[in-house]
């Protein structure tokens, strides 16, 4: 089972870009597909991101176009760039790693880093 930290979290303006990181270690990072979802109060928790282990990606409606989901295998580590940030992406921002068999929302995942848009 691979353990994954997440990293990059803060206080933006609107408008701003903040770029997360989640580190992986324990296993074959290049085989797992990895995903960012996000909780925000009061909500549950919500896909935000996907980049399988082929390299193919999946962005919910509310990020096209605004965020961007990357990986570098050499270094077992995950990102995503948010640009554009606005006070709706207010959330804690959590990593998921998991086999490609493995059902959806399985896995593992970091303890969150929290992410604040606000003037």
């Known amino acids: 089972q691979v353990q994954l930290v997440e990293s990059g979290g803060g206080l933006v303006q609107p408008g701003g870009s903040l770029r997360l990181s989640c580190a992986a270690s324990?296993?074959?990072?290049?085989?797992?597909?990895m995903a960012w979802y996000r909780q925000a109060p009061g909500n549950q928790r919500e896909l935000v991101a996907t980049?399988?282990?082929?390299?193919?990606?999946y962005y919910t409606d509310s990020v096209k176009g605004r965020f961007t989901i990357s990986r570098d295998n050499t270094k077992n580590t995950m990102y995503l760039q948010m640009n554009s940030l606005n006070p709706e992406d207010t959330a804690v921002y959590y990593c998921?790693?998991?086999?490609?068999?493995?059902?959806?929302?399985?896995?593992?995942w970091g303890q969150g880093t929290q992410v604040t848009v606000s003037s």
């Open positions: 324990g296993s074959i990072f290049s085989l797992y597909n």
């Open positions: 980049l399988n282990s082929g390299g193919s990606t």
């Open positions: 998921n790693a998991r086999r490609p068999n493995w059902p959806v929302n399985s896995g593992s």
